[in-house]
């Protein structure tokens, strides 16, 4: 397993982790028919600005087994909480969940975050996505009790956010 920095020329790759995953996560919460409707191309050239021109503090790892990236963090500073850091997104292909990306990629999220002088980060998560909350608690972040409301895909859903000090 290599983890990486993200290259532009990765922007189709995680695009289709981006989308993979949410149609293989959030089908319960938001149904196969919606979820099909998320536009790959319109993701692959977010990914190819987002990479080609990075805001400032934002970084994005690329975990790759055999040289095929499979999964990837997303991380920079927080959109809510004046100097902290925050993980954005953390991917990975279905068919690779268990066998080590994701660990892998917390490890260097967490590091960068270190890097970047940040002692505390956040992260929000949907609150009906059990799976993802168990890895974040086994890497060690903990609810604080904020919750919000977000529309994603035409339907409302409760977010949590997560902890973790540096």
Do not use: C, K
Not at 45 to 73: C, I, K, N, T, Y
Request: charged fraction near 30%; aromatic fraction near 12%; proline fraction near 4%.
């Amino acid at each position: 397993m290599e983890v990486r920095p993200a290259r532009v020329e990765d922007a189709a790759a995680l695009a289709e982790i981006h989308v993979r995953t949410w149609q293989a996560a959030y089908e319960h919460v938001f149904g196969a028919e919606r979820l099909a409707t998320i536009d790959l191309e319109r993701r692959v050239g977010q990914w190819q600005r987002w990479l080609a021109e990075p805001q400032p503090h934002w970084r994005v790892f690329a975990a790759a087994e055999d040289e095929r990236v499979v999964g990837f963090s997303w991380l920079g500073e927080s959109r809510t909480a004046a100097d902290e850091g925050e993980l954005y997104a953390i991917y990975v292909l279905p068919e690779s969940w268990g066998s080590g990306p994701g660990p892998a990629l917390m490890a260097a999220t967490l590091e960068a975050l270190r890097e970047d002088g940040f002692r505390g980060a956040l992260l929000w998560v949907l609150e009906d996505n059990p799976r993802a909350r168990r890895f974040y608690e086994r890497e060690g972040w903990t609810t604080d009790g904020t919750r919000r409301e977000e529309e994603f895909l035409g339907v409302e859903v409760a977010e949590v956010r997560y902890r973790i000090t540096l």
